[in-house]
């Protein structure tokens, strides 16, 4: 290994420690409109045989740390949290570096671009640096953060999953397929189910629509249907189906906060998610800028019906914006808890659109040499534009972070 290799792993290594005590520090010292003041009250309950959970993960996940340390129990939150969020970190940075021939740094950079971005914000605008605007990277939420790092992998493990079912029906030509796994198929069906039965187990919000977002790409391959595989997912869908039944069942129980269940109610759903915004449009656009540019710009490259992992995200993005504007809780409906699920589509859209976009970069060179001076200038600004739509969400996920620390 040579000594810029080596120098770049030491800037890996600084960055991730920083980010590390950073999202510790959000979780432990919480600022200003922090949820973890009540999941720090219901943790000594739930301890002390009062009160119960439908996801219990964090609570015992936490309590471990703090029994195994003897730390305070909000540093212990916040170790399990940065925890969480840098094996999701390194999972990204795994992933583009998988993925694309971009340096260790580069891949670093973009996968902490993904961890930290949130939204276009513009101070004194008419959006809000965060309510009603959303996005994948809520520091306010410690329940979120602790289902991450399983939706992530879940997300990554079905991809492969479904490119492995056009392989080897012959069907890869034409198609923008994930690198070959090394990794064996019963293998990833175990990853796969597993992420998904933990990150129910630390909240419910990605496999209540990622179930639906996973049949729809399979219903649009249907033509390489394989029967493990549908045995597979239909019988994880099924035992899914029941765990989150259970659980909704004690999130709604009579006697809980949120007793008043779901309501399908489209118009009651949007009134609820406009009392956080000024202009819902507006809302979404702020969160898509990115992700959208970048398809606008590179779509021919993209080939995004061809492409499952990109497809995939955009999908995903679909249902939760689906569950969103038409479902609402009967009690306290103005906590917008429906939209958690979007938060998750988003952070896993900017995941798609940064490989994507990493993998224009490095096929910069190869694009200059086909293409002619005009052509090669416009490829340029192209980079240029989706790289300040970045920027603009990224300053957004800094100042927000930084509320927190």
């Known amino acids: 290994m040579d000594w810029q290799r080596k120098l770049q792993y030491v800037f890996i290594t600084a960055l991730a420690a920083v980010f590390f005590l950073c999202v510790l520090s959000a979780f432990a010292t919480p600022g200003a409109f922090s949820d973890m003041g009540p999941h720090m009250e219901k943790h000594v309950r739930i301890m002390a045989g009062e009160a119960s959970t439908a996801y219990p993960l964090m609570y015992y996940a936490a ?15 916040g170790i399990f949290l940065g925890a969480c969020s840098v094996f999701v970190l390194f999972t990204l940075y795994w992933f583009f570096r998988r993925e694309t021939p971009v340096s260790p740094a580069l891949a670093f950079l973009s996968a902490l671009s993904v961890s930290v971005m949130l939204h276009v914000y513009i101070p004194g605008w008419v959006l809000g640096i965060y309510y009603g605007q959303g996005g994948g990277n809520a520091w306010l939420n410690p329940s979120f953060t602790a289902m991450k790092p399983f939706a992530v992998a879940a997300f990554l493990a079905f991809a492969l999953l479904m490119d492995n079912l056009v392989r080897k029906k012959g069907g890869a030509e034409g198609y923008v397929l994930l ?11 175990a990853a796969f189910v597993l992420a ?3 990150s129910m187990l630390a909240k419910p919000s990605f496999v209540f629509g990622f179930v639906f977002a996973a049949a729809i790409l399979f219903l649009i391959r249907i033509r390489y249907f394989e029967k493990k595989f549908f045995f597979v997912m239909l019988v994880s869908a099924l035992a899914m189906g029941a765990l989150l039944l259970l659980q909704f069942g004690e999130i709604f129980k009579e006697t809980g906060l949120h007793s008043g269940g779901i309501i399908f109610s489209p118009a009651r ?8 915004t000024k202009s819902i449009p507006l809302s979404l656009a702020s969160n898509l800028l990115y992700p959208v540019v970048m398809l606008a710009l590179f779509n021919r490259d993209i080939n995004p019906l061809k492409n499952n992992v990109y497809l995939l995200s955009w999908v995903f993005y679909g ?3 689906v569950i969103g504007f038409t479902l609402s809780e009967g009690s306290f409906p103005e906590h917008l808890n429906m939209e958690w699920t979007r938060s998750i589509a988003i952070f896993l859209l900017n995941t798609t659109a940064t490989l994507e976009y990493l993998k224009r970069i490095a096929g910069r060179g190869e694009a200059r040499d086909r293409l002619g001076k005009r052509a090669r200038t416009a490829y340029d600004v192209k980079l240029g534009a989706v790289f300040i739509c970045l920027l603009l969400e990224l300053y957004t996920g800094i100042v927000w972070l930084g509320m927190y620390i």
């Open 63 to 77: 309590e471990a740390i703090h029994g195994a340390f003897n730390l305070p129990l909000d540093v212990s939150y």
């Open 179 to 189: 690198r070959g796994a090394p990794v064996r198929e019963n293998a990833l069906y």
């Open 196 to 198: 998904c039965a933990l």
């Open 269 to 276: 759903a949007v009134y609820y998610a406009g009392t956080m």
């Open 319 to 321: 249902v939760s914006l």
